[in-house]
C-alpha cells in the first residue's frame, strides 16, 4: 500500500544540526533512490565512488563538489552529475542543502 499523495517542500524536508550531516530517503526502491541532505557549514562526505550516476540538485547554500579532483562550486538551484565509477567528495562551503538521485541500471 502506497502512501497519500501530499504536496511539500524539498528545502523544508530536512533539517540542518550543528556540527552534522543529516540525511532523508524520500524514494528507496530497487530502482533507485532519491535522498535529502543538509550539511552544517564544513562538513562534508570524504572521497567514495558509487557503481551509477548520480544527479545532485542543490537547494540551499553552497557546496564545493570534487569528481576525479577536480573542485566545482555547486549552489542553491545548480545541479550536477556524478559519473559512475568516478571518485568525488563533497564538502560545506556554507551550510547546504541537496537532494541527490540515483538511477541504477543494468
Known amino acids: 500500500m502506497s502512501s497519500e499523495p501530499k504536496v511539500s517542500s524539498f528545502v523544508d524536508a ?5 556540527g552534522s550531516v543529516v540525511s532523508k530517503t524520500i524514494v528507496k526502491k ?7 541532505f543538509a550539511f552544517d557549514q ?3 562526505l570524504s572521497e567514495h565512488t558509487a557503481p551509477f550516476d548520480a544527479l545532485i540538485c542543490i537547494l540551499d547554500g553552497e557546496a564545493e563538489i570534487r569528481i576525479s579532483g577536480n ?7 545548480e545541479m550536477i552529475i556524478l559519473p559512475a565509477n ?3 567528495a ?3 562551503i556554507s551550510k547546504f542543502k541537496m ?3 540515483m538511477i541504477r541500471s543494468n
Request: charged fraction near 20%; avoid cysteine; glycine fraction near 6%.
Open 14 to 18: 530536512v533539517d540542518y544540526q550543528t
Open 30 to 36: 530497487e530502482t533507485g533512490t532519491v535522498t535529502l
Open 42 to 44: 564544513e562538513q562534508g
Open 71 to 77: 573542485p566545482f562550486i555547486v549552489k542553491a538551484n
Open 86 to 88: 568516478e571518485p568525488h
Open 90 to 92: 563533497l564538502k560545506a
Open 99 to 101: 537532494m541527490i538521485t
